[in-house]
């Protein structure tokens, strides 16, 4: 398996415009992570899907973000309209069902700069 | 969630032994203990994860304190690779397994 595959590596765009990551996680995997990380705040959790469902969003900082999970192979994260605090690298990760026992595994992540 | 304490930064020289710590004082007893480790410009990746014994594998190896409110992740010989934030994490039992990442210590090793 490839790993975690996600999309654009790198994404530089214009204050107002929207931004769509997206993220392939490792076939077979039920459970796929969407993550920020800033100098300032570190790794934060947005959002969690369970078998494509979203368990858990409490860390989506605003109406401006959102996930889908339309199949168990493809995940998006939208953003609209962006900002300039948007700026970061944004990981996705998927494991599979195993409680306290699985791993996860973190795509190479996608740099956002918003001007 | 439940809190982790790391030192935000050690040092070490290469070819050493290194000895990472970890509070966690709220930990219950069915939750997991996972590290992992963030190489610069890259995704976090899983180093070692235990519940109760001592854990050993290729990468490193985990102590964990027989009341379970610390651990020490244990890298036996440190080479210059080994320069990355490490992350102390508890797997809650209770919320499906989502995965809440602390500051954690950042090591630099010394040629």
């Known amino acids: 398996d490839a790993g975690v595959i996600q999309s654009p590596r790198h994404e530089v765009t214009e204050m107002g415009q929207e931004v769509t990551l997206r993220c392939k996680p490792i076939?077979?995997?039920?459970?796929l992570f969407w993550y920020r990380q800033t100098m300032m705040r570190g790794l934060e959790l947005l959002i969690y899907f369970n078998n494509n469902v979203p368990i858990d969003d409490s860390g989506m900082p605003e109406d401006r973000f959102s996930a889908k999970m339309p199949n168990a192979s493809f995940s998006t994260l939208k953003i609209q309209p962006s900002e300039p605090r948007d700026s970061a690298v944004y990981f996705c990760?998927?494991?599979?069902?195993?409680?306290?026992?699985?791993?996860?595994?973190f795509g190479q992540g996608t740099r956002l700069t918003v001007v | 969630d439940a809190k982790t304490t790391q030192p935000n930064s050690m040092e070490s020289n290469e070819e050493e032994p290194v000895h990472l710590p970890c509070n966690h004082s709220?930990?219950?007893?069915?939750?997991?203990i996972h590290w992992y480790r963030q190489l610069p410009s890259q995704g976090p990746e899983y180093v070692i994860h235990?519940?109760?014994s001592n854990v050993n594998n290729r990468m490193a190896s985990l102590a964990i304190a027989e009341d379970r409110k610390s651990s020490t992740l244990i890298l036996h010989r440190a080479t210059l690779r080994d320069a990355a934030v490490y992350y102390c994490?508890?797997?809650?039992?209770?919320?499906?397994?989502?995965?809440?990442f602390g500051q954690g210590t950042t090591l630099q090793v010394k040629p």
């Open positions: 990760a998927s494991r599979k069902t195993g409680q306290g026992r699985a791993e996860a595994f």
């Open positions: 709220t930990i219950s007893g069915t939750d997991y």
């Open positions: 994490i508890l797997l809650i039992s209770s919320n499906t397994g989502k995965l809440i």
């Open positions: 235990g519940l109760t």
């Open positions: 076939s077979g995997h039920d459970y």
